[in-house]
Every structure is written in C-alpha cells, then in structure tokens.
C-alpha cells in the first residue's frame, strides 16, 4: 500500500504504511494524547467517532479529548453501558434494552421482574464506582447477523434480538469490558478508568420504542463527567432547578392546575390568567407598533382543509379528529391553513402587501402522555402566532423587521442570552428542492445582512418550510425554542394564493409563519423557571400587599388600597390577625413585588414603608408618589422596580 496521509485541523500531516484508526493517529502525535484520547471528528463532519475508526488517505481528523465539550458524548455513552452492566452483575435475571445519551446525562431502559427501589439506585451507583476502577479496556468486535441473533437469544435479550433483526448490515458491533458486553455502534472510552464521575438519579416508566401497546419498562436516569468538580457543578444546578420547576411554583403561586378529565389541558387560575393576559397585552402592542392586524378563525375544519395544507399527509398522527353529520373534522392544530382561506377571502394587489395578521386561536396536539410535563409539553394551547403574506423583494424587510420586533420583546423580559438555528428540510416534506433551495438561501441571506451567528440544524425544518428556531438559554444555562421564522413557498401553492402586481398580472405570494413567545403555556413555564417566580411588576398577579401591624391602621390600610387600586394598580390587604413577620414572610413566599408595611408611625405620619422581596426596605415613603412610581415602572414594563438601588 502507497503512504497514507492524515491531515491535522493545522494542517500538519502524518504519514502511514496503511489506514490507522484514530487512536494511532493519536498515539502518533505523543503519548499523553494517546492516554487522553476518546474519539475524533472526521473531515469536519460533527458526529463523534470511535477512536477505533479506521481513517483514509486523505482525511482530516480532530482527535477528541476530556478537554473537549463533546467527549462528555463518549463518556455517558460508555457509562450507560457501565450502568448495564452494574444492574445485571446484581441483578442477572434483568434484561437490558436500551441506553442513549441525552442531554446532561443518559438513561438506560430495563426489563426487570423486580421493581427498582430508590435504595436500588444507590446499590447500583456503588456497583458502577467498584466497576469505575476496574479500569478494564473496551473492546470492539463484529459478529455476522445472524451469529449476533444467536447469542442474544442464548442468552434470552429478547429486545437485543429484535433490535438486531432491525439493522440492515450483514455485520453488528459489540462492545466487551470484562466478561459484559452489548450490542453498539459506539462510540466508547479506551477503558473504563476514564469515566471519573457517575450520578445515578432517578427512576421512571417508559414503553419499548415509547410505544404503550408495547412493554412497560423501568427507566434509570445518570448522568457522568470528566471530574467530581463538573458533577458536583451539576448536581446543584438540578437541585436549584428543582426549587424553580414551574410546576412547584404554579401550586406554591397558585397559577395553575390540571385534573384528569383533561390530560395535557392546563386550568389557569384567576392569578395565572393574569399572566397570561398581560403577556397577551404585551404582544398586542407590539402588533400595533408594527402594523399587524388581529384576527379569529374557527377552532374545527373539514379534513379536506389539512389535506389541501398536507397536514393530514404529514402531520396527522399529532392531530385530533371527530365526525359531524357523517363527515370527517379535526381540531386545528396550526393557524396556519385557516389564515390561507382568509387571504383567499378577496383580491389582493400588490399595494395591500405585506399582509400581517396575528391569532390567539387555542390549537390542539396529539402529545403522548408520558411527554407531557406541566406547561412546557402541553395537549392545548395559544400561540402569539402570526403570518405574514408578502411579496418577493418583501421579504428579506420581513425578516429583519421580525429580528427587530422579536429582539425588543426578548430585551423586556430581561432574555438576554439565546441562540439562533436554522432548521433545514426534513425527511418528510412537501414541496420541491429548488423551492426548499430558495426559501433555505431566504433565511440564510437575511441572517448574513444582519450580521446575525445561526448554527445549521440539518432536517428539522417545518414539512413546509425550513425556518429560524431561536433557543433562549435560561438563569440554569438550559437551551428552550420559544421564537421562530418560517419561510413557506408551498402553502401559497398548495392553496393558489396570489396578488395582483403593478403589470396587473397573477403573482404568487411567500408566506412566513412566525412567533415570539411561542406557545404561551410553554413561555410562562419556561419563564417562570427563569426567573425563580420573581415576576416582574408589569406581570405579577399581585403587585402591592399591604400588611397592618395591628388593627389601629385598618382604617388607614383600606384608604389605600382603594387609593392604589383606583390607579389601576392590583393590590391586596392582608388584614388578618397574624404576627407582621409572618405575613411578611408569606408575601415574599408569593413573590409580591412591594409589600407596603403599615404601623402607627405611618398611621401618624400618612406615610408609607415599603418592603421589596429581595429584603430591601424603604421607610417614609408618601403613597402617592409611590402609587404614581409603580404605575409608570408598570406601563413601561420594567424589570427591576424603581425603588432598587
């Protein structure tokens, strides 16, 4: 064989008598890099490779180690085995299934005659640190299909069996530490000592391939990374991220509920309508600052609707349907289809366009049950959705002006950090590749005009349209898709939209289908962990609590509620014989902006003290210029209030 020649992300070469695997490449280099290696990246592809891959002449390699982000791919892919394997060394009669890597950890499914106990996880985190310094060496191995379906079977992994018969090649990998081993692709550490640190965390239900008519399994959720330091890092991010889970602040707030008449249907108490209102407001004046115009559409359509949309072709399985007078109707599940008959309704020229219209229509989708969670996964729900009709040399304008509305409303709520995507034509989609190539070159021409970073999300596009997916990266650093920019040729197609232009012909319209907030269940879920429940002024169901020390200022505490409720502010008296300091205490529990404290000094003086929820306190306020300050921090919609330093 002629020299093999391996390239280097400076360019370097290095030069083999035949194909070496990315670990010689390694080794190659030093000694030290070999020890720390767990996988490369090949010609710039961003999948992660085993290190046992076996490269070409000509390929360049980025040798992946601890040091790098990514390894923690390698290393929780490994240590799921190592779980695996942990469970069944106590526990042989237990059939393993699956265990993938997911974001901050990985899981691994089991079939188990007995039921885990929470003591059976610690039992099995102690199994994989004894395992964890073993330190024995992961070894890749093929066997032919069939000699792999043998094996497995001997053995009674039924569902290993089944996942086999499922893949295509003539050949399966097998990974083997120690007397253990599991089907795999990898990719997999050298050995085992380089998994530093393991978390077993929880327990859940889960199906076979997330299918109920399939068996019920037992899920244990890990987490690993490349030092106890990371992992303590990250066991107190979830412990804070368990004191904001919206959940517990929706039932501590009183926000929300949900009763089993209606899975995935949300029930906005009078304080959580608030929210939800205000943030509707919110967006309604931005729809007047930038020339949207509102409008309703019907909740239920004829299927012959999604299917001129290709929702039914396309996206049936996430909708729901019902039968009227012997036809077939479905729950809208996107406002989309009905804002095309709408624009149907009469003839448009060239001068009526852009045509922006917004819809607070309550949609509905299909979520299994074991997806759903609170009001981030959600079977019902209102978007601040809105589509624009516009022509062609409109479009890149709509963009950016969709940029600028959208980074305004992001910079009021104090959503200072996210990133953008563009998701690219999926699998399943409508439409032709030249028209996916035109409305592709749209977003990614807008987005290098407004100088704007993206990172490409290759076949998670909508089946209409590639489109922007911004991710907002909450206090905890965790990613969330709230907004995001469509652009659609085919749905102006698919249902002959057209205008009128200047050379009084025909012309086709693009449609962008675009959102803020995203569904508005999802945001007030999301923000609320964000924020830790401390709503801002403008959001706060309760604005100002007023507290008496004793009954002598009642008199005084009902002047001033009605004086602050006249300004349209929302106030409560909390007139109730309890200590002051326990009222205060549960005022700060409910996250009250200002907490106006009255004793017989402000009784004498007509004064006010005012306690704000971080602890601060001002004393010798007047109450109408504190009325007033508090109204204008409310109608500009402040993030902080006016009395913080």
């Known amino acids: 064989m002629s020299a093999v020649k391996i390239y280097l992300p400076d360019n370097s070469v290095k030069t083999f008598d035949h194909e070496p695997s990315i670990l010689e490449v390694a080794e190659s280099i030093g000694p030290r890099l ?16 085993d290190l046992r891959t076996t490269l070409k002449d000509g390929d360049q390699v980025r040798i992946i180690t601890s040091k790098d982000e990514e390894s923690l791919e390698v290393i929780r892919h490994s240590a799921a085995h190592v779980m695996a394997q942990a469970v069944q060394e106590i526990w042989p009669d237990v059939k393993v299934t699956i265990g993938p890597v997911i ?7 089991f079939d188990s005659p007995r039921n885990f106990s929470p003591e059976d996880l610690e039992k099995i985190e102690k199994k994989m640190e004894e395992i964890l310094k073993r330190a024995e060496p992961v070894v890749r191995s093929t066997l032919p299909k069939a000699e792999a379906i043998k094996t497995f079977s001997e ?11 499922g893949i295509p090649d003539e050949e399966v990998g097998i990974y083997t530490q120690g007397k253990w081993f599991d089907l795999c692709r990898g990719p997999h550490v050298q050995n085992i000592g380089q998994i530093k640190a393991v978390k077993v965390l929880s327990l859940a239900g889960a199906y076979w391939r997330g299918d109920e008519k399939n068996p019920q399994l037992q899920r244990i959720y890990a987490t690993a990374f490349n030092d106890k ?24 707030l009183g926000l929300f509920h949900f009763h089993q ?20 407001s919110f967006m309604r004046d931005k729809y007047k600052e930038y020339s949207y115009s509102e409008i309703i559409t019907p909740q239920v359509f004829d299927v012959d609707l999604f299917h001129q949309s290709g929702h039914y072709e396309n996206y049936r399985e996430n909708m729901y349907f019902t039968e009227i007078d012997e036809r077939q109707f479905s ?3 996107m406002n989309c289809p009905s804002h095309c008959l709408l624009y149907q309704s009469d003839k448009k020229s060239y001068r009526d366009l852009p045509w922006r219209v917004a819809d607070f229509g309550r ?36 963009i950016a002006t969709f940029m600028k509305l959208l980074s305004e409303v992001y910079q009021t709520l104090g959503l200072d950090e996210y990133v953008i995507y563009l998701s690219t034509r999926p699998e399943k989609r409508m439409g032709s590749d030249e028209v996916w190539d035109q409305a592709e070159g749209a977003l990614k021409e807008a987005l290098k005009s407004l100088n704007l970073n993206y990172v490409i999300n290759e076949g998670d596009g909508a089946f209409y349209g590639p489109k922007l997916d911004v991710m907002f990266v909450d206090a905890l650093k965790r990613p969330w898709q709230l907004g995001t920019l469509q652009v659609d040729y085919n749905l102006p197609q698919a249902f002959d939209l057209s205008y009128v232009g200047e050379d009084n012909k025909d012309h086709r319209p693009v449609m962008l289908h675009r959102a803020v907030l995203g569904s508005l269940e999802r945001f007030i879920g999301v923000y609320l962990e964000h924020v830790a429940g401390h709503l801002p002024t403008w959001l706060s169901p309760t604005q100002i609590r007023i507290l008496t020390l004793t009954d002598r200022q009642l008199e005084y505490a009902q002047e001033l509620k009605s004086q602050f409720a006249s300004l349209g502010l929302r106030v409560h008296l909390d007139d109730r014989s309890e200590k002051l300091g326990y009222k205060i205490r549960e005022a700060q529990l409910q996250k009250v902006p200002y907490m106006v404290i009255l004793g017989d000094k402000e009784l004498e003086n007509k004064s006010i003290s005012v306690r704000l929820r971080t602890g601060a306190n001002k004393e010798g306020l007047q109450p109408a210029s504190f009325g007033q300050s508090v109204l204008e921090e409310i109608k500009s919609r402040k993030l902080k209030s006016h009395l913080e330093g």
């Open 229 to 252: 330091k990371e992992l303590k890092a990250h066991l107190e991010r979830l412990e804070e991220a368990k004191k904001r889970d919206h959940r517990k602040l929706g039932k501590d």
């Open 103 to 109: 974001e901050n950890g990985f899981y691994y499914d």
């Open 363 to 398: 949609l509905h989708r299909y979520e299994r049950s074991g997806a759903m969670h609170g009001l981030t996964r959600v079977r019902t729900f209102c978007q601040d959705d809105a589509h624009i009709f516009c022509r062609l040399d409109q479009l890149q304008d709509e």
């Open 331 to 333: 729950f809208k599940p």
């Open 34 to 49: 070999a020890k720390d290696t767990l996988g490369g990246k090949i010609n710039g592809n961003n999948e992660i490779k």
């Open 261 to 280: 008449f209606s899975p995935g249907g949300p029930f906005f108490t009078p304080k959580g309508t608030i929210i939800y209102n205000e943030l509707q």
């Open 155 to 165: 053995m009674g992994e039924r569902f290993k069996v089944e996942l086999i018969e």
